[in-house]
């Protein structure tokens, strides 16, 4: 009697069911590529690997999972941090392939597939001098980034990536293809926005566009470690009382040995503080001369740019392949004691690549009513998000790190986390407040009740 195995049940699942993307299994020769994602630190071996051409593909490979017992996973653009998108003994559906992106720049509506990076997304929308809120690495993926709520650049000018979602095509668990918006099936539509990726997969994103650009104001003002304090609190000054269009990044680095880092700085603890303007851009330098005055930098990189190049400005702080771990604190206030907490903990920082980015909330993102999307703390003056990178190295010093600074700063900081930046071993539960999280509840036990997609566990 021949005997079946969960893979051979999948793969002839697969061909039942029409699938006709590409499928990778353990043993073929690019196996080890297809499974590994952005952070090094992350080893694991999927059942196997299905790269969908479409929604119909991805229907196909979520009903020939559950039909030989697999569990599965969604791989957008490989950037969860604590690996999400690939788990042991899964099937991994990876959605590279569905990355185009449709603009109409008269409705200033834009079409994305589920699998598109951020890149892809700017370059198309920057075509019409238009952009959707996004993060701020070019080479994250659209999908992730925007279920877990989408923070960036333009937060404080436009919102939330989720804030400028009009409707997605969303695959569910049984495997039939929907449309959610806020005319059909409202309660899915609204759990896309925050919920973390627990309610389906979706093929296609449906935004509203912003004008943006192609001209915005930003860049970097790099300050000694000796005025890294007074960086902060200048910082903090201009923040409290700053048009939306401003949206300002305190950074803690250590200073790569090359330009325009001065040679005496090289291998040292630097401030940086990152900021974007995305209004006229005279208003924008009149914006920032209290800062120049009050607290002048080392090196001043603010220039005009085009909007495409602040979104890809910070790219190589994040290399594909490093091993990285993070953790994420909001924030009530950039207080004192919480800079002084931040910049000890700095100074003990194990390897160069590790760094602190601490960011000014507020503006558009406290215009949407807390609850009206999934979004777990809408309402936080800041947030800290403390990332340890150990390059080839094993990841442990560096994530032991990040773990002893967020213990010393957690007494400045407000409960919760963004569902994002949720490390491995922190409960989900903790990226929402008590009403969100029961309407996730509710919503997964009608969408999803048996837990097929279960990346962070949102569970009924
Ligand atoms: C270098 C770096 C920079 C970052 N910068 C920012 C930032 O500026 N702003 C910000 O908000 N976040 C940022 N993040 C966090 C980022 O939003 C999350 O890591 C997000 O999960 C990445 O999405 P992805 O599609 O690339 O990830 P993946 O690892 O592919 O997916 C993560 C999870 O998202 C879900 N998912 C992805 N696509 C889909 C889809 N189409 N349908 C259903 N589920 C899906 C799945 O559950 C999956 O397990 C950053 C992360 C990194 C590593």
């Keep these: ?100 992106v449709e603009v109409d720049p008269r409705t200033a509506v834009v079409r994305v597939g589920g ?30 980034l925007t279920l877990g709520g989408g923070i960036g650049w333009l937060m404080r000018h436009h919102g939330l ?42 093929t296609r994103f449906e935004f509203r566009a912003h004008r943006v650009g192609p001209t915005v104001l930003g860049g970097m003002l790099v300050y000694p470690w000796e005025d890294a304090r007074a960086a902060f609190q200048a910082t903090r000054a201009l923040m409290a009382g700053a048009p939306d269009a401003l949206t300002a990044f305190a950074v803690l680095v250590t200073a790569p040995p090359q330009a325009p880092f001065p040679a005496e700085h090289h291998g040292r603890p630097v401030a940086v503080v990152a900021v974007a303007w995305t209004g006229e851009l005279e208003e924008g ?27 890809s400005m910070l790219d190589a702080t994040a290399p594909h392949g490093s091993r990285y771990y993070d953790k994420l604190h909001y924030l009530p206030e950039v207080g004192d004691a919480f800079i002084d907490a931040l910049l000890a903990g700095f100074a003990e920082v194990p390897t160069p690549h590790s760094h602190v980015m601490t960011a000014w909330m507020g503006g558009a993102l406290d215009r949407v009513a807390p609850g009206e999307t999934a979004f777990g703390h809408r309402g936080a003056r800041a947030f800290t998000w403390l990332i340890g990178c150990s390059g080839e190295d094993a990841v442990e010093p560096a994530a032991e790190w990040v773990r002893s600074v967020f213990d010393a700063t957690a ?15 922190r409960p989900v539960r903790d990226a929402y407040g008590d009403e969100i999280w029961a309407r996730l509840v509710d919503v997964k036990r009608r969408y999803d009740p048996d837990g097929v997609f279960d990346a962070h566990g949102i569970r009924p």
């Design 115 to 144: 699998g598109a990076l951020l890149s892809e997304l700017d370059a198309a929308t920057q075509e019409h001098g238009l952009a959707v809120p996004a993060g701020q690495i070019s080479h994250t993926g659209v999908g992730g």
């Design 411 to 425: 007494p400045f900081a407000s409960a919760g986390v963004y569902v994002n930046a949720l490390d491995e071993g």
């Design 161 to 202: 990536t989720v804030d400028s979602l009009l409707g997605a095509e969303v695959v569910l668990a049984d495997g039939d293809i929907v449309r959610a918006s806020a005319e059909e099936r409202a309660d899915l539509f609204w759990a896309l926005r925050g919920g973390g990726g627990e309610f389906g997969v979706v």
């Design 1 to 100: 009697m021949q005997t079946t195995t969960p893979a051979s049940r999948l793969a002839a699942g697969l061909r039942a069911h029409g699938f006709v993307g590409r499928l990778l299994e353990p043993g073929d020769a690019d196996y080890d590529t297809a499974r590994a994602g952005w952070n090094g630190a992350i080893d694991r071996r999927p059942a196997a690997v299905a790269y969908a051409h479409d929604a119909d593909d991805v229907a196909a490979a979520i009903r020939a999972a559950r039909e030989a017992g697999l569990s599965l996973t969604v791989r957008g653009g490989g950037h969860s941090v604590s690996g999400r998108s690939v788990r042991d003994g899964a099937l991994c559906i990876d959605l590279r392939a569905l990355n185009g």
């Design 285 to 311: 330098e009149r914006v920032l001369a209290p800062l120049r005055a009050g607290c002048p930098p080392l090196v001043d990189l603010v220039a005009p740019m085009p909007y495409v190049a602040l979104q």
